[in-house]
């Protein structure tokens, strides 16, 4: 999940099989109990497919819009009758199955995947492993099994994945630092013990928090709250805060606020404290601590990173920023969109009724529901997606798409959603996933062959016509953060998948500012000037342009450079004379993300109120409800939906530059670690052109929208 609710980070495996697949290990979960024979599951199992050239050839052919058969897509059975196996292949795994007593079995229209369903007992035979019920931190549950599964022969050399025996999902892990990244920490001045400050962070506003925990004067920390430091007096009395700025040349500004303190997971004291920011004006911010009986603080704790407020996003906020006329509504009922919810992500009716109505947005289009959907336990990442992705394109009927597991745990199963939408007779036309995982962990804990059978899928929704979505991720250039969805170290910027995939289109974050040109952020001595009275732009999400976290972006260690981004990427490596060194990235490899979108401030109704949220997990149902809009202005126009949208993205930016706006600040080398802020040594700078923070910008609506128009 790439979402930051309020102010932390919200961000599945197959195994061995006789051939040699390979099993991920427990991941993290307890094992419980035997689980009852009795009990009833479902077991996906892909096939392996033919003729993957001609699928690729395909997808080229029907998404460059220089191909004769542009926007000339094909049905799944089309597909299938391209790669799907013989039918004796197929017909051999359902006899195999049907001699343990296994009738239920439904075949997918492109007949290159199998989904039998099946009691615990059965499964255990079929696949030769004790089954189990697993129990996680959180308390949830899974069946699955810890041993490889396995085939016999005469049915492995059809068989690419099973999904559902044993693939434990990952369970983040608490990681030590490892390699050179650096987890932040606040310098207490002159190496007084003052305090530790945790994070500084602005939302939704004027309104900044710092928490931190106090340091007593023994240089202890403190288990006791009210007020902290009673178990090692004197006590803590008071917080002075401290907020300057090099850009208003007005001073610093002290803060006296009230504390507001816990006891947090370690056993010690950890306060919260709430301040007045100006608006886009970075700001140095400074902690420190009274005393019982003391007139003075003690020294000063600085935060290492710059802090920055800005003002609530609402839809109509990005309309007008990216060139959207007032009251553009949805008007052909075959523009069609998506979000993809995993991790018992539900979305509230009510809280999506309450957005419409309290953000003066008129939206009469139906929602469906496919899948599990709580309503009285709703998610801040689906109430995200599916307001901004309708608030974006009123009027779209949009799907809410919740995957289901044989469990209480719910996994970033991306491959399953792959093929329920490209079983659908009539699936919609554009989809925003909002999951994912560092690149190199995918097939070491969702099983061998993952990543390489999901690109192949994503191959078969654009052969389709579908257009993918999906958020780059929100720690940075190297996936930073803790296993097994990111990684710990910087020796190699590790990329977020299925950012990553030459076959969807990655989207990244910027928030809004009028400081938005690198001359904002020169000294004065060399010419730099207050941006302040500017026009409100855009940079990349990132800690060290005064954020909270950093928008992913960067290259795969796997796949290559795809054509249509060729010489975007070359412009960029020949240029740039700040990358990372050479032996921390795949400069021959897949850039991304490829375009950008608002992430920072979206006020979202969740359980009655509104909050804002912040992650690439708005930026993609944002941008999505865009390409939807030209998907509407397309249809309704006699043509073809737009599908895979990179080749002809990337064409018309290189013909019409100014169907992007081009983000030239941010710096995505930090992420975190254990919600701790931690920085490699390098990452990649927004610049001019594609870059691998900014990929080629946010969109402009009414030139992209004629672009389009003239496509085939």
Same mark, same amino acid.
């Given at each position: 999940m790439k979402t930051i609710l309020h102010t932390i980070l919200l961000f599945g495996l197959i195994a061995e099989v006789l051939a040699g697949h390979h099993h991920s290990g427990v991941n993290n979960w307890q094992?419980?109990?035997?689980? @009852?024979?009795?009990?009833? &599951?479902?077991?996906?199992?892909?096939?392996?497919?033919?003729?993957?050239?001609?699928?690729?050839?395909?997808?080229?052919?029907?998404?460059?819009? @220089?191909?004769?058969? /542009?926007?000339?897509y094909l049905t799944a059975e089309q597909i299938g009758d391209m790669i799907a196996p013989a039918q004796e292949c197929i017909d051999q795994v359902k006899q195999w199955l049907n001699e343990y007593g296994v009738t239920e079995i439904d075949e997918v229209r492109t007949r290159d995947l199998l989904v039998a369903k099946m009691?615990?007992?059965?499964?255990?035979?079929?696949?030769?492993?004790?089954?189990?019920?697993? !129990?996680? +931190?959180?308390?949830?549950?899974?069946?699955?099994?810890?041993?490889?599964?396995?085939?016999?022969?005469? $049915?492995? %050399?059809? &068989?690419?994945?099973?999904?559902?025996?044993?693939?434990?999902?990952?369970?983040?892990?608490?990681? +030590?630092?490892?390699?050179?990244?650096?987890?932040?920490?606040?310098?207490?001045?002159?190496?007084?013990?003052? $305090?530790?400050?945790?994070?500084?962070? +602005?939302?939704?506003?004027?309104?900044?928090?710092?928490?931190?925990?106090?340091?007593?004067?023994?240089?202890?920390?403190?288990?006791?709250?009210?007020?902290?430091?009673?178990?090692?007096?004197?006590?803590?009395?008071?917080?002075?805060? %401290?907020?300057?700025?090099?850009v208003n040349h007005d001073g610093t500004k002290g803060h006296s606020p009230q504390l507001n303190c816990h006891v947090n997971d370690q056993g010690t004291a950890q306060c919260n404290a709430f301040f007045e920011l100006p608006l886009y004006v970075e700001q140095q911010v400074n902690v420190s601590i009274f005393y019982d009986g003391q007139d003075s603080p003690q020294p000063f704790a600085s935060w290492p990173f710059p802090v920055v407020a800005t003002a609530p996003i609402l839809p109509q906020s990005i309309a007008q920023l990216y060139g959207i006329p007032r009251?553009?509504?949805?008007?052909?009922?075959?523009?069609?969109?998506?979000?993809?919810?995993?991790?018992?992500?539900?979305?509230?009716?009510? @809280?999506?009724?309450?957005? =419409?109505e309290y953000t003066g947005i008129y939206n009469g289009a139906p929602v469906t529901v496919i899948g599990p959907n709580n309503i009285t336990n709703p998610g801040g990442e689906a109430n995200l997606d599916i307001q901004y992705?309708?608030?974006?394109?009123?009027?779209?009927?949009?799907?809410?798409?919740?995957?289901?597991?044989?469990s209480t745990e719910e996994i970033d199963d991306i491959l399953t959603w792959s093929f329920a939408i490209g079983n659908m007779t009539n699936p919609p036309l554009v989809s925003s996933l909002s999951y994912g995982m560092s690149e190199n962990n995918v097939d070491t804990y969702l099983g061998l062959g993952y990543l390489a059978r999901s690109d192949v899928e994503f191959q078969k929704l654009a052969n389709l016509g579908l257009t993918v979505i999906i958020a780059d991720g929100d720690t940075g250039a190297g996936d930073l953060g803790a296993l097994p969805m990111s990684n710990p170290t910087c020796e190699v910027?590790?990329?977020?998948?299925?950012?990553?995939?030459?076959?969807?289109?990655?989207?990244?974050?910027?928030?809004?500012?009028? =400081?938005?040109?690198?001359?904002?952020?020169?000294?004065?001595?060399?010419?730099?000037?207050n941006c302040r009275e500017n026009p409100l732009g855009e940079i990349t999400v990132s800690m060290d342009n005064g954020l909270f976290w950093t928008s992913g972006g960067g290259f795969s260690n796997v796949q290559p450079r795809p054509g249509y981004q060729n010489s975007f990427v070359q412009s960029y490596l020949s240029?740039?004379?700040?990358?990372?060194? +050479?032996?921390?990235?795949?400069?021959?490899?897949?850039? /991304?993300?490829?375009? !950008?979108?608002?992430?920072?401030?979206?006020?979202?109704?969740?359980?009655?109120?509104?909050?804002?949220?912040?992650?690439?997990?708005?930026?993609a149902p944002i941008f999505a409800g865009i390409i939807t809009l030209l998907n509407d202005a397309r249809i309704s126009a006699g043509k073809s939906p737009l599908g895979f949208l990179n080749p002809a993205m990337y064409k018309i930016a290189a013909s019409t530059p100014s169907a992007f706006y081009d983000v030239t600040v941010g710096y995505n080398r930090c992420g975190s670690i254990d919600w701790q802020p931690a920085c490699c040594p390098f990452g990649y700078h927004a610049t001019q052109g594609w870059d691998a923070a900014s990929g080629l910008g946010s969109p402009n609506f009414a030139v992209l929208k004629q672009a389009v128009l003239a496509l085939n």
């Open positions: 094992r419980l109990n035997r689980e @009852d024979p009795e009990t009833q &599951i479902k077991v996906k199992i892909a096939l392996k497919q033919r003729n993957l050239d001609k699928l690729e050839a395909t997808f080229w052919s029907v998404s460059d819009p @220089d191909s004769p058969s /542009y926007g000339k009691s615990v007992g059965l499964a255990e035979k079929i696949f030769a492993v004790p089954m189990y019920r697993h !129990v996680n +931190a959180k308390g949830r549950h899974m069946i699955r099994s810890t041993e490889s599964y396995h085939l016999p022969s005469h $049915v492995s %050399q059809h &068989i690419d994945l099973v999904l559902g025996i044993s693939d434990l999902p990952p369970t983040p892990l608490k990681a +030590a630092n490892g390699g050179s990244a650096t987890p932040i920490r606040s310098p207490n001045v002159d190496g007084v013990p003052s $305090v530790n400050i945790v994070r500084v962070l +602005a939302r939704g506003g004027t309104k900044a928090e710092v928490s931190f925990i106090p340091i007593c004067r023994n240089g202890m920390t403190s288990g006791t709250t009210n007020p902290p430091c009673m178990d090692h007096p004197p006590e803590v009395q008071g917080v002075t805060i %401290q907020t300057s700025s090099w009251n553009t509504y949805v008007l052909n009922p075959n523009a069609t969109q998506c979000v993809g919810e995993f991790e018992q992500q539900y979305y509230s009716p009510s @809280d999506l009724e309450m957005f =419409f992705i309708m608030g974006m394109a009123p009027g779209s009927p949009t799907v809410f798409w919740s995957i289901a597991a044989n910027l590790h990329p977020d998948w299925p950012s990553q995939s030459p076959y969807v289109t990655a989207v990244g974050s910027t928030f809004v500012t009028p =400081f938005a040109e690198p001359i904002c952020y020169l000294p004065e001595s060399q010419g730099g000037i240029k740039n004379d700040s990358l990372p060194p +050479a032996y921390a990235f795949n400069s021959s490899g897949r850039g /991304y993300p490829d375009f !950008v979108a608002v992430g920072h401030n979206l006020m979202v109704a969740l359980s009655g109120t509104f909050i804002p949220v912040d992650g690439t997990s708005a930026s």
